[in-house]
């Protein structure tokens, strides 16, 4: 059975305080690790999919990369309006298009 | 691009009564499409997947004669929640594949059974 394990399960961070999410996971044959941001009471925004091990990919402040085990959400002197969940869901090669989610990581800036 | 809208955003009813949620895409055909539930503070978990033009699949647990969903076409999924219960209330969230390796989530429904 696939799963996803997200730590930790929140944190508070300072604007300008760059760190680390992370996303470890197990799955019989990866197809893709998604990453998305969700903001309360509102569906998740796709940021990234990794499909290999040594795959990185950058948008604005966030950074992810991807290994056989586990993926990091990097984040960059983040500001408040980063302030979310961050949700990481892998697809395998044996459940058609369907996600697994983790638990997520709520993030919260302070300025 | 790859916009998926959802209809009503928020609905209240009575106990005993269906509901029925949209989840279109608007600008792509999806000829799969994904029911989430979604607790406070927890994450989505999948209750189906919606293919055009044939039978829904379950996830194990959900009831298939509770949640009714139909995919007519290659933009239109809908899920009824049929005599509803307070337990039912919940956050629902579709989502739509573009591709295997695209998947985007609509705005999310708001459900409320008194």
């Known amino acids: 059975e696939d799963q996803v394990t997200q730590s930790p399960e929140a944190l508070r961070l300072q604007e300008g305080e760059s760190s680390s999410l992370n996303c470890s996971y197990t799955?019989?044959?990866?197809?893709?690790l998604f990453w998305y941001r969700q903001d309360p009471g509102k569906g998740p925004e796709f940021l990234f999919t990794l499909y290999s091990a040594g795959e990185e990919k950058e948008k604005e402040r966030l950074k992810a990369t991807l290994t056989k085990k586990e993926s990091f959400l990097h984040i960059t002197a983040p500001k408040p309006e980063d302030s979310a969940t961050y949700l990481c869901a892998v697809q395998g090669i044996q459940g058609a298009q369907k996600l697994v989610f983790g638990q997520g990581t709520r993030l919260t800036i302070n300025p | 691009g790859a916009v998926v809208s959802q209809h009503p955003s928020r609905v209240i009813c009575k106990s005993g009564t269906s509901v029925k949620i949209e989840c279109r895409s608007l600008d792509f055909q999806a000829t799969t499409m994904f029911w989430y539930r979604q607790f406070p503070k927890q994450s989505l978990m999948l209750m189906a997947t919606s293919n055009e033009g044939s039978k829904a699949t379950y996830e194990q647990g959900v009831e298939k004669d509770k949640f009714l969903i139909n995919h007519a076409s290659l933009t239109l999924s809908t899920l009824t929640v049929t005599s509803a219960h307070p337990e039912d209330s919940s956050f629902y969230i579709c989502?739509?594949?573009?591709?295997?390796?695209?998947?985007?989530f609509g705005p999310g429904t708001r459900l409320t059974v008194t």
């Open positions: 989502s739509a594949g573009r591709s295997p390796h695209e998947q985007y």
């Open positions: 799955v019989s044959g990866l197809r893709g």
